[in-house]
């Protein structure tokens, strides 16, 4: 079992293009099915529950793929372009 302090100090990244998004921010539920919906992601480190400001990006508990000790794997979006860097 895992309390919602325990996954707001993880680290989101996501496998399709290997970035960091950040920190949970805000926790969505569905009160009547008693299940997590999404989580709301914010890039600037902010790691508070109530935090304002910046609506930050949606991610759907389907998207996750592994919940580790230090990180959360999602697999989110289109896959990583080498046109992205500059070589």
């Known amino acids: 079992m895992l309390r919602v302090s325990d996954i707001m100090e993880k680290e989101i ?10 920190f949970i921010t ?3 539920l569905d009160i009547n099915e008693g299940k997590i ?3 709301t992601v914010s890039g600037d480190g902010g790691r508070s529950l109530f935090s304002r400001g910046d609506e930050g990006q949606v991610i759907f508990f389907n998207d996750i793929l592994k919940i580790g000790c ?3 794997i999602v697999n989110i979006g289109s896959e990583l ?6 070589i």
């Open 13 to 22: 990244i996501n496998i399709k293009n290997g970035k960091r998004m950040g």
């Open 37 to 39: 919906m999404s989580f």
């Open 26 to 28: 805000d926790i969505n």
């Open 70 to 72: 230090d990180t959360i």
């Open 81 to 86: 372009n080498i046109d992205d860097f500059n």
